[in-house]
């Protein structure tokens, strides 16, 4: 990830979102992450049948103007349990990126503010979380603390810290070098000060980035944890866990494994499309006015 | 001394479009250099200098629209197509830029590099091209060139990497050297160490050079004639020692006056209030109006001053062609 | 407006002879310094031995090319580089040794004032902002308003429209960008402001206007400064007593006039014959002294003058002994074996 160049303000985040405004895969990016979001707050509310209304009547019916999504085995509407699993997808995602954003982001500035072994210390401690495969470490976890919403977020969330940690220390190093926080340090600001007021602010670009990515990468990985009945327990929807009823009903009944799979594809990929465009938009290089008319002397 | 120009720009405009609409960087501008002479192109930054260069030689970024004409050793530059225009710019104009820290490739030898403008423009063989490349080194005055030829640019010093970028520019024994700011990098001794070489070398081969710089005192030691410019115009043209001697555009006399003079009293430096404009938002008048100590005629304000000769060769842009000093007053 | 009483500058003035502007209260005083980095090519001896002492009221000139150390001084003079040997003086204290934690309360009485204005301004706060830190750093105002007055009032010194308080640094010129630069480095009311090549990032016009304020300030709240560059010509304009550096030590110091003048170190000559002078005919005239060859590494600077192997007088004895500081004149030293001769020789040839 690119470093921060000082040559920016708040201007630059009108402009950001004007860039996004007329970029088309981006706006494709955001609609489905609005909507996202609007059915993950109101699911239960918005959906059209109850997620736990077991019906053995109805049981596997195909997509019908009754049940968009078809219903399951045990005669539930589809359609209701993925949009309700879309809000545990979004809790997950969002209180595990956000507990890898406070830890990560912390850690990363306090190694790359004072260097020295306290860096050397936090970074390998990092190189260790990183060693592991993502879903082995997440795993490892959730097999320690029990299954359960609550712990699927911390294991993700401690999963993906070291990401934040080293994004973040990057964008430390090159910032601190820069002569407006040895200004400050001149001005005899408290160390603190300095990374609270001047570090942080500069290098939010890179991190805004992060987040929108690590955020499709939760999601994805909240939907592994469940299909291996490590997340959020039934009769409770996941999307991950509807997978894996689905599976073995993959010829006989399409509908209860394409559907919560689509679902996921589409978060993630809203994600990376916003994240994506997020990230040229903040790039440094984009040209300011000064600049553009310095270069025409 | 032929009296045919190297390289003559007429006319020449160029237009940015950036995103906050069309920047207007040099407007209508009109200078040439004969072999063995230098040009210095003066000005402030934004004042479209190094632009009109740029766009003159065809290097001008893509975004920028150039209109008028170039004419490079007789030959209308501007009409070739962009592959033979490349090809006439490497064999006959040789380049200096201000930073000789990002000018030179960190992971090639000099001498590699050197070698590598003779061996594309002048067909060249390997032995022949770094045997040339040791010649151009000694030239410049590397000391130990035959050793110095297999070093790296990081093992040299600023002024010692400039010297290398000369000698680059020279690989092809060019008509012509364009030199943008070349020393502002460099210290004031290393700084009279090119100055003097480039002289010496220009004696030596009548090489037409351009000197673009903001720095009056180098002007005044290198060039033979000079072309002043603001906000994109040329204000004023002439021989240096016209042009430094008897200036007839205020901007000009203020930016002689600007210099601090050592063993002068310690007096305040006269100086000119408020910045240049902005190339988004050109006046239609003279760009220096709402700055000109002077302002003697109110149609300055609305309309463009012509470029107007005070003596053969020195032209001014200004509405009252009589000889000035620079202050509105008919010099004795 | 009336600058507060300074407490507790009470310092026994070091060896030196008085000088006709500014008062023999030192402020500052470096003794001996020597500031030394350890890198992978050995040590760099940025800083090999320099004394200087500021006085209340003056400006201190200090000149010197890439390499000389001159930046370096500065940045010790406000423990923003940690000395290696000697020591450090600020308003009567040995500050040499001091932790981050005391310094903290020195920062308000040295400011500095930065060479790249808009690196110097952190790009995501308002100018306003940053002409407040010190305000806010050392609790020197109380409350918003008082605040937002106090940063009018400095906008207003510096010569700025105090609208711009809530503008971002890159919407304003280079010029107002180093008005902001200074401005802020009166936030705190500092006995000394070191200016670290403060004009070198500017335009020619605008060099000239930044000059003269910041001569009006001194004139108009009585501020010393520490005037660092390597534009020999800017120094001599702006200083009361200057010094010239050449790879870590000072070779020569005295008043512009002495300088310009009657240089007396061969090094001071090349460099004043270097600048160039914008008169046509003066310069076709004129011989000049060009160096041989490169600055020195500082990791390893010659035996003997350090200026041996450039100095177009060097003569045997040169190699084997390091010249002392000496008296020249009254108030002008050099360190050269031959001061003065060697000069005059070299005006001849």
Known sequence: MSAPTAHRSEGQLRRALSALRHDPLALTGTAVLVLLVVVGVAGPWLAPAGINDVDVDRMLQPPSWAHPFGTDELGRDVLSRVMVAARVSLQVGAVSVGIALLAGVTLGLFAGYYRGWLDNLLMRCMDVLFAFPVLLLAVAIVAVLGPGLLTAMIAIGVVYTPIFARVTRAGVLSVREQVFVRAAVSIGASDLRIMRRHVLPNIAAPLIVQTSLSLAFAILSEAALSFLGLGVQPPAPAWGRMLYDGRGFVTDAWWLGVFPGAAIFLTVLAFNLVGDALRDVLDPRQLTVNEARRSTG | MSDAAVLAVSDLTVTIGTRRGPARAVAGVDWSVRAGETLALVGESGSGKSMSVLAATGLAPRAARVTGSVRLLDADFTALPADRRRRMRGRHVGFVFQDPMTSLNPVLTVGRQVAEAGEEHLGLTRRASRARAVELLDLVGIPSAAQRVDAYPHQFSGGMRQRVVIAMALACEPDLLIADEPTTALDVTTQAQIVELVADLQRRLGTAVVWITHDLGVVAGIADTVAVMYAGRIVEQGPVDAVFGRPGHPYTSALLAARPDPGGGGGDLVTIAGAPPSPLALPAGCAFWPRCPVRSDARCEHELPPLVGVSPAHHVRTFYPQRTDGEGHEAS | ?349
Not at chain 3, 11 to 16: L, S
Not at chain 3, 158 to 166: I, M, S, T
Not at chain 3, 245 to 260: A, D, F, K, N
Not at chain 3, 280 to 306: A, F, T
């Open chain 3, 1 to 349: 407006m009336k600058r507060r009483e300074r407490e507790n500058t009470q310092v026994t003035p070091a060896g030196g002879v008085p000088t006709q502007r500014g008062s023999a209260d030192v402020v500052a005083e470096l003794d001996d310094l020597r500031v030394w980095f350890p890198t992978s090519a050995g040590v760099v001896r940025a800083v090999d031995g320099v004394s200087l002492q500021v006085r209340r009221g003056e400006t201190l000139g200090l000149v010197g090319e890439s390499g000389s150390g001159k930046s370096t001084t500065g940045l010790a003079l406000l423990r923003l580089v940690d000395p290696t040997t000697g020591s450090v003086r600020v308003a009567g204290q040995d500050v040499t040794g001091w932790s981050r934690r005391q310094l903290r309360a020195l920062r308000r009485r040295v400011a500095m004032v930065f060479q790249d204005p808009q690196a110097s301004l952190d790009p995501r706060r308002t100018v306003g902002s940053s002409i407040a830190e010190p305000l806010i750093v050392h609790r020197l105002v109380d409350g918003g308003a008082a605040r937002r007055h106090r940063v009018e009032e400095l906008l207003d010194m510096v010569g700025l429209r105090r609208d711009l308080a809530d503008r971002h640094p890159h919407e304003l010129s280079g010029g107002q960008r180093q008005r902001v630069g200074i401005a802020r480095a009166l936030a705190g009311e500092p006995d000394l402001i070191v200016l670290d090549e403060p004009i070198a990032s500017l335009d020619l016009s605008v060099q000239a206007q930044i000059m003269n304020l910041l001569r009006r300030l001194q004139r108009e709240l009585g501020l010393t400064y520490l005037f660092i560059a390597h534009d020999l010509a800017a120094v001599e304009h702006m200083s009361d007593r200057m010094a010239v550096m050449y790879l870590g030590r000072i070779v020569e110091s005295g008043t512009p006039t002495q300088i310009w003048r009657e240089p007396a170190h061969p090094y001071t000559a090349a460099l004043l014959s270097a600048i160039p002078v914008a008169d046509p005919k003066v310069e076709r005239e004129r011989r000049r002294v060009i160096l041989r060859g490169d600055i020195p590494s500082p990791v390893d600077p010659p035996g003997g003058c350090r200026f041996r192997t450039r100095c177009p007088q060097a003569r045997p004895d040169c190699a084997e002994t390091d010249p002392a500081f000496v008296e020249v004149a009254t108030g002008h030293r050099a360190a050269c074996l031959y001061a003065g001769e060697a000069v005059r020789a070299m005006r001849v040839s």
